[in-house]
């Protein structure tokens, strides 16, 4: 069974500072993705990678990066984290045409 | 720019019953739909898939019907139960099954009573 697993379930970190969040698969996935989620919105993608070293921008870029140095692991980073950016953040991964296996969240608090 | 709505929040059904949540698109590059389930504290898991060459696919108390022309989708459950009772996301992509962009919708939340 696919297994992704997100680092943290909660963070509460303060505005200004770098937030990694980190995602790792176990099934040799090519891809992965960064999604986040907010009430009335759904699920929107900021950034995934097809390959290591790999990325694309999704609909919602703007403040994030990404990192993915090796293939099982995704990282989202925040690079001066603000209050705007408080979410649920979500990772999936997945293989050629494949549904995403979506790891379990994690709740991000900037205060 | 809301590309893929669900434009009910929420939903209440009874147990037994059957459940329809809808979806409606705007952009007819749409090729490929899912539907995703969320439970609470858990990530969304892929429930059911639709091309557009095809107008309906089934899979056991799921079926997913899609009307091109009016670029509309509905999942429907029967009979629902309890266990149905989760968050649902209806997803599109352009570029067949095989497209890595999912755009969702806002999600329906669905309530089965007893």
């Known amino acids: 069974d696919v297994k992704v697993t997100q680092s943290s379930r909660y963070l509460v970190k303060r505005t200004g500072e770098k937030v990694f969040l980190e995602c790792v698969q176990d099934m040799d996935h090519e891809n992965m993705f960064w999604y986040r989620q907010d009430p009335g919105l759904g699920l929107r993608l900021i950034y995934f990678?097809?390959?290591?070293?790999?990325?694309e921008k999704g609909d919602i870029p703007e403040g994030y990066s990404v990192s993915r140095e090796k293939k099982e692991r995704f990282s989202l980073i925040l690079e001066s984290a603000s209050t705007n950016q408080t979410s649920m953040y979500l990772c999936?991964?997945?293989?050629?045409?494949?549904?995403?296996?979506f790891g379990d969240g994690t709740r991000l608090s900037i205060l | 720019d809301q590309q893929v709505k669900q434009n009910s929040p929420s939903l209440s059904v009874q147990e037994g019953r059957i459940s329809i949540l809808n979806c409606d698109y705007t952009n007819s590059m749409f090729d490929y739909f899912l539907w995703y389930k969320k439970y609470p504290a858990e990530g969304p898991t892929f429930l059911i898939s639709i091309s557009s060459i095809k107008d309906k696919n089934e899979d056991g108390r799921f079926t997913v019907f899609l009307n091109k022309s009016a670029k509309h989708l509905s999942l429907h459950i029967v009979p629902s139960q309890p266990g149905d009772s989760a968050v649902y996301f209806c997803a599109a992509t352009s570029g067949g099954q095989g497209a890595q962009k999912l755009v969702f919708g806002q999600g329906t939340r669905l309530t089965i009573n007893p």
């Open positions: 999936a991964s997945n293989s050629g045409s494949q549904p995403q296996h």
């Open positions: 990678s097809y390959d290591v070293k790999m990325k």
